[in-house]
């Protein structure tokens, strides 16, 4: 028995949420008594999850694993949770996690919760806590059967390093035909992810027009941060589809969330609600975004936010 | 064609959320229940589907008797018929049984899902769902063609967007992009009028039980006031998001 953990990588590259749910497994596995064995795919730097508290690493090797495939990847992952006896998987809350997670738990025959926010309380019930009405509450869920799957939130356990050091064996499951074969991907390849990133600067209809954007995107840079809008931003076309943050858009769970020029509508807040400090900066005293943020300028975007520019410009140099 | 759209029925938006009974259930106490913002989507697509390939569309939700309004509504908007399975929905896994049973007794063809409703957001039921009927999935679809039973869809995924073949019967996780929004159907006087003497039926459920539970529920801790900056003083903001929020 042992706690299963998929590890996502992009280009070879391990993902930060990759180190996360590595660490938070590790916290289960100190709960149960056992330990952590991870699955990766095409990661080069397989062995750094040691350090996270993965004692094991199942390395699956193969090219046309290169595009992500939801069925294939479910079926690695139930091979590797058969073979390990695996108790507890845990995976991220990634869009591809999110899309392979509901297959595995049918092929496991496993419960499944996903959004999940903090350590079990409970491993004897095994209880989790996840975020549930779009952010607005939270929900405590028993996961009833013999396998449990848990979806962890981004940025929400954080990184554990533990020092310690990995086996990294290969594994070659048979992997079955997918019905769903990828074409093309379309996907600006040098912009961090809003799912990814630790730091989102987004802007709302306050910019006036597209033609404005070019201090979002610099604000951005400097905080090395993912670019997002609010609705009708991406409406009115003024920014790409996938930059929509909120309830019908994307979800945003990072550590600081910047909002520009956006009132805090509730379908806004609903999905950015998860970001752990928020910041507001908006002409209109009365903006609802006033109630949800932690810090709050009242002012022009116009002018806030190309001093800002220049301030963390200046903070970054005194603290290369 | 025979498209099943599935549709949860969720609080509004805009809904208070609240707990009773020592925070164990949701208080549908002043709340208005909609068709899942995610599911309209789908429903608006599968129309089009209707008027331009001659498909059929029932639609389906799983759910107690107070779910037929939100039923009638998907009927008024020009779906075919509905089914309602006579349970509550419980768990994402429970309620991807029932939905398993009624399109493998229905043959249907394409089934819509949203790619998750606004309620639980585990963006669970469709992936299940295809996996018990073995059906092909594509999750947070933006776009759906079908032509003949092969089907191109593209769909979004952190930092951009995937373009992917496949081919019926299908089940897809839909979202905003599989119709513009201007393009979402409101139901008309005469749809409303038609719908009442359009075919809602109650099927019992299969054996299916839960393999989760929500013990309880509690809302995130009262939050302090917004601490306010200076517009001419950014310089605080900077040094209050390194040594206070630590988060730069
Ligand atoms: C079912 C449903 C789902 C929805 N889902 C979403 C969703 O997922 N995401 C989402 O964002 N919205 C969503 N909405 C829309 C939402 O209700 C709001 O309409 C939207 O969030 C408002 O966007 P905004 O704040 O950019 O624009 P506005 O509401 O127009 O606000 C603009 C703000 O900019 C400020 N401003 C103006 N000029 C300046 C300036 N020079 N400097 C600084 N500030 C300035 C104004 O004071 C104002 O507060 C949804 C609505 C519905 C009904």
């Known amino acids: 028995m042992s706690i299963l953990v998929y590890t996502e990588s992009e280009n070879g590259k391990l993902k930060k949420a990759a180190l996360e749910v590595v660490s938070y497994a590790k916290a289960v596995a100190d709960q149960m008594g056992t330990s952590v064995t991870a699955v990766a795919v095409n990661a080069d730097n397989a062995e750094t999850l040691g350090n996270y508290g993965a004692s094991k690493v199942l390395l699956v090797k193969d090219d046309s694993l290169k595009a992500f495939n939801a069925k294939k990847y479910a079926a690695i992952i139930e091979n590797a949770a058969k073979n390990e006896a695996a108790k507890v998987v845990v995976v991220s809350s990634s869009a591809n996690s999110k899309y392979l997670a509901p297959l595995l738990a049918v092929g496991l025959d496993a419960g499944y919760v996903a959004n999940v926010v903090e350590a079990p309380s409970n491993v004897s019930p095994f209880t989790v806590k996840h975020s549930a009405f779009t952010n607005k509450a939270f929900a405590n869920t028993e996961i009833t059967t013999d396998v449990k799957i848990v979806g962890l939130s981004n940025n929400s356990f954080g990184l554990v390093e533990s020092g310690g050091s990995a086996a990294v064996e290969d594994f070659s499951p048979s992997i079955p035909d997918s019905g769903v074969t990828v074409e093309s991907v379309d996907k600006a390849t040098d912009k961090v992810s809003i799912a990814d990133a630790e730091i989102v600067v987004s802007g709302g209809r306050g910019l006036k027009g597209p033609e404005n954007w070019g201090m979002i995107e610099e604000l951005a840079e400097v905080l090395g941060a993912a670019t997002a809008c609010s609705k009708p931003v991406s409406d009115l076309g003024w920014r790409p589809h996938g930059e929509h943050v909120g309830q019908t858009g994307k979800p945003v769970a990072s550590n600081l969330y910047i909002a520009i020029g956006i009132s805090g509508a509730i379908q806004h807040l609903a999905g950015i609600n998860a970001s752990k400090v928020k910041v507001v900066i908006n002409t209109d005293t009365e903006a609802p975004f006033f109630k949800a943020a932690d810090y709050g300028v009242v002012g022009d975007a116009f002018e806030v936010v190309p001093k800002l520019i220049e301030k963390l410009k200046a903070f970054k140099a005194a603290n290369a | ?248």
Request: charged share 25%.
């Open chain 2, 1 to 248: 064609m025979k498209i099943l759209v599935c549709i949860s029925h969720v609080p509004d938006t805009t809904s208070k959320i609240n707990f009773t009974d020592g925070d164990t259930k949701f208080d549908t106490n002043g709340v208005q229940f909609v068709i899942n913002p995610n599911d309209e989507f789908g429903l608006t697509r599968a129309m089009w589907f209707k008027e331009k390939q001659g498909a059929s569309v029932d639609v389906v939700n799983v759910g107690g008797a107070e779910t037929e309004p939100t039923l009638r509504k998907a009927l008024a908007i020009g779906a075919d018929s509905a089914i309602r399975v006579n349970t509550p929905a419980t768990d994402g896994y429970a309620v991807a049984k029932q939905l398993a049973k009624v399109v493998n007794d229905g043959g249907y063809d394409l089934v819509i899902a949203g790619r998750e409703s606004i309620d639980y957001n585990g963006a669970m039921v469709p992936g299940m769902l295809a996996g018990m009927i073995g059906a092909n999935f594509v999750a947070n679809c933006i776009s759906l063609e079908v032509d003949g039973t092969n089907a191109k869809a593209v769909r979004e995924i952190d930092g951009g967007k995937e373009t992917v073949s496949t081919s019926l019967p299908l089940v897809i996780g839909g979202q905003k992009g599989l119709v513009e929004e201007s393009d979402l159907r409101i139901p008309n006087m005469r749809g409303i009028m038609m719908a009442r003497k359009k075919p809602l039926t109650v099927v019992e459920p299969t054996d299916a039980s839960a393999e989760t539970n929500a013990v309880s529920f509690e809302k995130p801790a009262p939050k302090g006031a917004v601490k306010l900056v200076d517009a001419d003083n950014i310089d605080e903001l900077v040094t209050l998001l390194h040594n206070e929020a630590k988060v730069i």
